[in-house]
């Protein structure tokens, strides 16, 4: 007896270990990831964020769009972005929007909600100090609530050191949260 049960002990803890295995694939994670800073805004403006809201109609889509500009130490930033809500995408109406975030090349889309059909979405900054960044190393990411990222796909991405440009094209947004440009 003394030998069955030293014999069952040890099979009982590998199954016991092996039970809580998750074996599921995850998205590629990225971890250590910082965000690409934008120029401090010289302006005398308490609020820095730019944002941008629109009421929109699930069956029947739509497009937010946001333009602005800033000047800094550097000279003049634009931010350019248009997200593209394509029908049905979601039930019902709903006020969506988005913020560019003071002093990070990240945006925030609310209210926080998942669609049934992916969003598409471009975001064009000029007038950067990108000195000092490797183009290769820098990516479009999603933050996720426990703080790691996660590759976004794109159609297009630009990282131009030289002008100071950092681009993506028709970049999936699955669900409303946290985005940035990291490296």
């Given amino acids: 007896m003394k030998k069955l049960i030293v014999l069952l002990v040890p099979f009982i803890l590998l199954i016991a270990g092996c039970s809580q295995f998750d074996s599921t694939p995850n998205s ?9 800073q934008l120029p401090h805004n010289n302006s005398t403006n308490v609020e820095n964020l730019f944002s941008v809201t629109e009421d929109i109609v699930g069956s029947q889509g739509g497009q937010i769009k946001l333009n602005e500009s ?18 049905n995408a ?7 929007g988005y913020q560019i975030n003071d002093g990070e090349a990240s945006v925030d889309f609310s209210p926080s909600m ?10 064009k900054f000029t007038g950067l100090d990108l000195s000092g960044i490797d183009p290769n190393e820098v990516q479009f990411l999603y933050v996720a609530p426990d703080g790691s990222t996660h590759q976004v796909q794109y159609s297009e991405m630009t990282v131009d050191v030289d002008k100071g440009i950092l681009e993506v094209k028709d970049a999936l947004i699955t669900h409303f949260s946290r985005y940035i440009w990291g490296r």
Avoid: C, H, Q, R
């Fill in 28 to 36: 590629p994670v990225m971890t250590e990831k910082s965000v690409i």
């Fill in 70 to 87: 800033y000047i800094s130490s550097n000279g003049k930033v634009s931010i350019k972005a248009k997200l593209k809500i394509p029908k």
């Fill in 90 to 96: 979601f039930s019902g109406e709903a006020t969506l």
């Fill in 114 to 123: 998942n669609f049934e059909n992916n969003l598409l979405f471009d975001l």
